[in-house]
């Protein structure tokens, strides 16, 4: 839906700011951001996550991209999409190399009709890692 801002959620509860904001205007938009690990990989826990970004439990975790009102906007409605961090292994963060890869996924924010998509997104495609191409800063 045109006009709608969509932002990077940073911390939580009524302790957070939207991050990154920008208005649909048609194209698809593009959020960097860094997590921190907390686990170690010696261990036989899967990676979790931890900074102002990583939302949720352990097992659950994941990144909230805040809509319309929760985005700062006025005069809409705010919602919130939330993106797991959900499979992503040791395996694909021994694949990141420091400064010249990332972690990246793509996600629909709208419904088939055209309305913003809020809550868990459904049939999520995972994460891959991608050279870091064209990104200023993380």
Do not use: C, H
């Not at 929760?70 to 993106?83: D, E, P």
């Not at 990141?96 to 459904?122: H, Q, R, Y």
């Amino acid at each position: 839906m045109p006009g709608i801002t969509y932002g990077i959620q940073k911390g939580s509860g009524s302790k957070y700011e939207t991050i990154q904001a920008q208005q649909t205007g048609g194209a698809d938009m593009q959020f960097n951001i860094t997590l921190q690990l907390k686990s170690d990989p010696g261990k036989v826990n899967q990676p979790r996550f931890t900074g102002p970004f990583a939302q949720g439990k352990p097992l659950g975790q994941f990144i909230y991209i805040d809509i319309g009102q929760f985005a700062g906007q006025t005069g809409v409605w705010g919602g919130r999409i939330k993106i797991p961090l959900t499979g992503i292994g040791w395996d694909m963060i021994a694949k990141l190399d420091a400064g010249t890869s990332i972690l990246s996924t793509t996600i629909p924010a709208t419904t088939e009709d055209g309305n913003p998509l809020f809550a868990t997104v459904k049939n999520f495609e995972g994460w891959k890692v991608n050279a870091r191409v064209g990104i200023d800063a993380l």
